[in-house]
């Protein structure tokens, strides 16, 4: 399924104005330089992953030496002033609901996709089936959901719940290193959903370079004339689809 665009192409091309006006860090005079080119409407694909995680950790936490607690308030509760590094232990258990891994098989996309904040993307909104996309928005193939789990969501969970079990111990006013985690998972649910963003380009000094449109938040990310990237890397990266688009209006235009 797939998202609708929540902004228009006009407003797209709006944000990207607004985005060079506002790059105080671009050389002088760069705003005035610039001519915003066209933007492409286009999809990412992303897995959206539910899962539930058991973990058990263990680390080294700076406690009393006159006893060895098992656990960890016993361990905080303890006010004896001389400490040593010992040995810390504990189990966490959590649902996730929402793990949204960037699927585009293009490196450039995923490149460009991983520029936003992961909190601009809105996955519930994917209710329309994927056959009535149009033609020219689709993109190249997803990887396959095996793929996204086992290279991406599956040391994106389990980095969450390192994290949660460090937080579990420094909470309880401990302080902690060398912690390591086991995770295993259960009630593994997915779901392939596709993102609308904008691609395209803008031109400074006869030069064009690439920048691209949220299509849900609005938001911009681009290269910069001493940054890297594109017009041509931007449209392979939304599939043959985009290169021939970009062909055919530059004959359009020439």
Same mark, same amino acid.
């Given at each position: 399924?797939?998202?609708?665009?929540?902004?228009?192409?006009?407003?797209?091309?709006?944000k990207v104005i607004e985005w060079v006006g506002s790059r105080w860090f671009a050389p002088s005079e760069f705003s005035e330089k610039v001519r915003p080119g066209e933007l492409y409407p286009t999809y990412c694909p992303f897995w959206r992953f539910r899962v539930r995680t058991n973990a058990q950790y263990v680390g080294q936490a700076l406690m009393p030496v006159s006893g060895t607690p098992q656990s960890a308030k016993d361990i905080a509760n303890d006010q004896s002033s001389v400490k040593d590094w010992q040995r810390v232990t504990?189990?966490?258990?959590?649902?996730?609901?929402?793990?949204?891994?960037?699927?585009?098989?293009?490196?450039?996309?995923?490149?460009?996709?991983?520029?936003?904040?992961?909190?601009?993307?809105?996955?519930?909104?994917?209710?329309?089936?994927? =056959?009535?996309?149009?033609?020219? $928005?689709?993109?190249?193939?997803?990887?396959?959901?095996?793929?996204?789990?086992?290279?991406?969501?599956? =040391?994106?969970? /389990?980095?969450?719940?390192?994290?949660?079990?460090?937080?579990?111990?420094?909470?309880?006013?401990?302080?902690?290193?060398?912690?390591?985690?086991?995770?295993? +998972?259960?009630?593994?649910? /997915?779901?392939?959903?596709?993102?609308?963003?904008?691609?395209?380009?803008?031109?400074?000094?006869?030069? =064009?370079?690439?920048?691209?449109?949220?299509?849900?938040?609005?938001?911009?990310?681009?290269?910069?004339?001493?940054?890297?990237?594109?017009?041509?890397?931007? $449209?392979?990266?939304?599939? =043959?689809?985009?290169?021939?688009?970009?062909?055919?209006?530059?004959?359009? $235009? +020439?």
């Open positions: 399924r797939y998202a609708a665009f929540r902004v228009t192409p006009a407003e797209a091309q709006q504990g189990r966490l258990q959590h649902a996730y609901s929402d793990v949204l891994i960037n699927s585009a098989t293009a490196e450039r996309l995923r490149e460009i996709v991983d520029s936003f904040l992961e909190g601009d993307w809105e996955p519930q909104l994917a209710k329309i089936p994927f =056959e009535s996309m149009d033609e020219q $928005m689709k993109p190249d193939q997803a990887k396959t959901w095996m793929d996204a789990w086992a290279l991406y969501a599956e =040391e994106t969970v /389990r980095a969450r719940e390192l994290e949660r079990a460090r937080d579990e111990l420094e909470k309880q006013g401990l302080k902690v290193k060398d912690v390591k985690i086991q995770v295993t +998972f259960g009630d593994l649910e /997915r779901e392939l959903v596709y993102l609308p963003l904008y691609v395209g380009f803008y031109v400074h000094l006869s030069t =064009e370079y690439t920048v691209s449109v949220h299509g849900q938040s609005g938001s911009v990310v681009g290269d910069r004339p001493y940054g890297l990237g594109s017009s041509v890397q931007v $449209m392979k990266s939304a599939g =043959e689809k985009g290169v021939e688009w970009l062909d055919s209006w530059r004959r359009s $235009m +020439f």
